[in-house]
């Protein structure tokens, strides 16, 4: 069991000092494993994962749910962590792109992008594996491109143009075959 503190200042105000200096107990389960952690109630579930937990593959590139950068799922569905508190996660399962790779064999969905060259810069790249598994979770194996295009709207990348984010999710979807039940995960 791991016990994590967070503690994060941004404001001044006597409110502020008030609302900071309390803290809520929570309980939840990142990558399968179960973790207890006292938090602010501000604190957002990126700050948790990042700076509580070390686990530095969600991104952080608008804070503003925008870019997609900091997607991971809660109890199996995609979220944007930057505007998700960690208080919302307890008594719940998360996973970040830490927790798809088996071991050091990847995940369908990771290999697919390695292999199709679905990223450059790679910043974008955790976002769009979680939210792309998602998309095969939802949809099924059979992904086409209409729909990945529509629903990957969320997810921004200033490097690839797309196309072969597009064709890595192609591929990705078939490989993972039938729908993962990822609220199992
Ligand atoms: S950091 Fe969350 S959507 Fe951009
Ligand atoms: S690969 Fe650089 S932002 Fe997408």
Do not use: W
Request: hydrophobic content about 40%; glycine content about 10%; proline content about 3%.
């Amino acid at each position: 069991m791991t016990q994590a503190h967070v503690s994060v200042q941004t404001q001044d105000s006597a409110q502020a000092r008030h609302n900071a200096s309390a803290t809520i107990a929570i309980s939840l389960t990142v990558n399968g494993r179960a973790v207890s952690a006292v938090v602010e109630p501000r604190t957002l579930l990126v700050q948790f994962l990042r700076e509580a937990l070390d686990l530095t593959g969600t991104h952080v590139g608008c804070d503003t749910s925008q870019c997609g950068a900091c997607v991971v799922h809660l109890d199996g569905e995609a979220v944007k962590s930057c505007t998700t508190l960690a208080v919302q996660a307890d008594g719940r399962a998360v996973t970040t792109i830490e927790g798809l790779a088996q071991g050091t064999t990847l995940h369908p969905m990771q290999e697919a992008f390695r292999e199709h060259h679905g990223l450059q810069c790679g910043f974008c790249t955790p976002g769009m594996i979680m939210s792309a598994v998602d998309l095969v979770a939802r949809f099924g194996p059979g992904l086409d491109e209409p729909t990945i295009r529509d629903n990957l709207d969320g997810n921004l990348c200033r490097c690839t143009g797309y196309h072969n984010i597009v064709r890595a999710i192609t591929a990705g979807a078939q490989a993972m075959g039938a729908p993962r039940d990822l609220a199992a995960e």
